[in-house]
Nanobody
């Protein structure tokens, strides 16, 4: 199995940027897809972006062109660079890993965008 530890989120002004990271530990060699989901108050958890071990990426329409997901397989870490943030991006962001077709989640980190 794996454990996922996310970096701290934070408070950022609209139009600003923030970078999240998530480090995996444990049986990391069996991780295929890693990514990020988010959950805003009163809403369901939704996909933000995912990346395969080979580097193929997938983004939610809401973040395309603003967010970039990347991955360092040596460090077993996934990153989310978030630019041009707006209040609609305010949410708890969760790191995700697909480990042998089981889903593992980080503890979540709060990102708040102030307008």
């Amino acid at each position: 199995q794996v454990q996922l530890v996310e970096s701290e989120g934070g408070l950022v002004q609209a139009g600003g940027s923030l970078r999240l990271s998530c480090a995996a530990s444990g049986s990391v060699e069996s991780i295929n897809v890693m990514g990020w989901y988010r959950q805003a108050p009163g809403k369901q958890r939704e996909l933000v972006a995912t990346i395969t071990r080979g580097g193929s990426t997938n983004y939610a329409d809401a973040v395309k062109g603003r967010f970039t997901i990347s991955r360092d397989n040596v460090k077993s870490t996934v990153y989310l660079q978030m630019n041009s943030l707006h209040d609609g991006d305010t949410a708890v962001y969760y790191c995700y890993a697909d480990w042998r077709y089981l889903n593992f989640w980080g503890q979540g980190t709060q990102v708040t965008v102030s307008s």
